[in-house]
């Protein structure tokens, strides 16, 4: 598009805009803009509380809610269960995709049976666990596993089956072989595509954990907003959605400093590594 | 991906795959604590032949190599040069034909056989140190590493990542990494290729100086008939599959360009060019991938 505006203020104000300090708070922007509206709406009445609870209220709750202990507990409760979930899953993807990854064998034995079961949703296995496991803790767990397994597995088969064969092919004629071909080629090799399985997963982990959670549960997040639906706390109820946005953000900064660590040599991750 | 990279892939694990003869590294491991003598290996290749399926690659060459010899190996690309450095680097087996090292089978010495590839392949996870490491033994690996870094000129570079050298900086520790294996044979499979010309003759320079120090024996793949001419005693031809000219180079050096330079070079040129090209090479047609298309609108 072409630059209607020379004028020098102009680009002073894109100079300002284009700051390091600007630039870090600009992304706060807008969502301090839309509470900010939310809450004057909320004042004037053109929203019910019935629809949507003022900030503020929401904030009291949240205070309250800490204070009484009541999040603490539901929040212990619902990562572990998370946490619990995601690593029988991820554990079990990233061992079976290192499996058929490497072995031909296994891959022949194994990949159709898991690419059929992958294009079952696993929320359409809601039923099926109720009935094998009953309703508690074990079909939450379940389900969050199932989720989980099919990103992390993929990406670790794809990322072992990418691995440079050139560099393969280096380290052998240096005299590598067996596991110290495997640990310093071929896994460090596939790392990055097993993060962007892991950071997927992370993101499926809360989704499939928040409807484990309202159909039965005794406790946690799921659970502490179904109850607050049963007596219209619209205020508790956004404090529960809240609380899943902040973990799973919380999660996504752990995988991106899991990424940063590990693919350090990345020229992608290097911020000003130049010579 | 292919079928082929599957089974390779497939393969990793188990220590012998299909393209390091499963005796090489069996006998490699037997002969093991045995201490290597220094110096450089003499080479004796008879009858080497090589097809990829129909199509030849080499046939019937006979090479050999004097200890602590520097020889090119010029040709057009396909010729299969590359192809034999890979048979004497044991990435492949040769269909016909033997290799020998000071009289052993070539399996024998896989260890005393260092390769240098167009692409540095250094791995980019490990820092530039533990990149020339690779695959030593021993307790004084470090300063081994140092040691041989301080060679190419790099001994302050040694906590970089690969990904932040220029290509001549990887080329110089991928030779480092050959040359702290303290090998008997460097295969340098045209190692200097990407580089900028001024970069190349620098490379020319070191090579040379670490060849007369370590004195190994010193097979270089180059379509580069000045770089042939510039660093080795002997330069070889390959041409329609086999050997058709095998020139001395008796320059002193360092080798300047001059008269006696100028008439060998321009006698490998002239027997090189006196064949036409292939008209009708069997190119495979490239297909471009959808993220590759640019719009030209």
Request: net charge neutral; charged share 20%.
């Amino acid at each position: 598009m072409p630059r209607t505006s020379t004028s020098p203020s102009s680009a002073a104000f894109d100079r300002w805009l284009l700051g390091a300090h600007v630039q870090r708070v600009l992304p706060w922007l807008f969502p301090i803009v839309v509470i900010a509206a939310w809450q004057l709406a909320s004042q004037a009445g053109w929203l019910s509380t019935r629809v949507l609870p003022e900030p503020w209220a929401v904030l009291k709750a949240f205070w309250s809610l800490t204070l009484s202990g009541e999040i603490a507990k539901h929040v212990a409760v619902s990562t572990w269960r998370a946490l619990v979930g995601f690593g029988i899953g991820g554990g079990l993807g990233l061992l079976l995709g290192l499996l058929t990854g490497t072995f031909r064998a296994a891959e022949t034995l194994l990949d159709s049976t898991l690419q059929m079961i992958r294009n079952i949703p696993a929320l359409a296995l809601i039923p099926l666990v109720i009935l094998w496991f009953g309703i508690d803790e074990w079909a939450k767990l379940f389900l969050v596993a199932l989720g989980v397994f099919f990103p992390i597995y993929l990406n670790t088969f794809h990322g072992i089956r990418s691995v440079d064969k050139g560099l393969i092919e280096m380290a052998r004629s240096y005299g590598l072989s067996g596991w110290k071909l495997y640990t310093q080629v071929i896994l460090p090799g596939s790392v990055a595509s097993i993060l962007v399985g892991v950071r997927f997963s992370l993101g499926l982990m809360w989704v499939l954990l928040i409807v484990a959670e309202t159909i039965s549960a005794q406790a946690g997040i799921g659970y502490m907003t179904m109850n607050a639906r049963e007596f219209l706390q619209t205020d508790v109820v956004l404090v529960g959605i809240l609380l899943y946005a902040l973990l799973g953000k919380l999660a996504d900064v752990l995988a991106k400093g899991l990424e940063r660590w590990w693919l350090r040599w990345h020229p992608g991750y290097q911020p000003d590594a130049r010579s | 991906m292919n079928h082929f990279d599957l089974e390779m892939q497939a393969l990793a694990l188990h220590a012998p795959p299909a393209f390091i003869p499963r005796e090489a590294l069996t006998d490699e491991r037997a002969t093991a604590p045995l201490k290597r003598p220094r110096g450089g290996a003499a080479v004796d290749a008879q009858g080497l032949g090589k097809r990829y399926g129909a199509r030849e690659v080499l046939n019937d060459v006979d090479l050999t190599i004097a200890p602590g010899e520097f020889v090119a190996i010029v040709g057009r690309s396909g010729c299969g040069k590359s192809t034999l450095l890979r048979l004497l680097a044991g990435l492949e087996a040769a269909d016909t034909g033997q290799i020998t090292l000071d009289g052993d089978a070539r399996g024998r010495h896989q260890a005393d056989i260092r390769i240098m590839f167009q692409d540095a392949r250094l791995l980019p996870w490990k820092r530039v140190l533990d990149n020339v490491a690779l695959g030593l033994t021993g307790p004084d690996v470090q300063e081994r590493a140092h040691e041989a870094l301080s060679q190419v000129g790099l001994s302050d570079r040694a906590r970089d990542w690969p990904a932040v050298l220029s290509g001549g900086q990887r080329q110089r520790v991928a030779l480092a990494r050959a040359l702290v294996h303290t090998p008997r044979l460097l295969l340098l499979d045209e190692p200097l290729g990407a580089l900028d010309a001024l970069t190349r003759i620098e490379m020319h320079g070191l090579i040379e100086r670490l060849w007369q120090r370590h004195g190994f024996t010193a097979l270089l793949v180059t379509h580069d008939v000045t770089e042939a001419v510039a660093l080795a005693d002997r330069v070889v031809l390959i041409e329609d599959h086999r050997i058709v000219l095998d020139e001395r180079v008796p320059l002193a050096r360092p080798r300047a360009r001059g008269a006696a330079f100028d008439a060998i070079e321009d006698r490998v040129l002239q027997r090189v060019l006196s064949k036409p090209a292939e008209e009708a090479a069997p190119t495979v047609q490239r297909i471009v991938p959808a993220s590759e298309w640019r719009w030209a609108v």
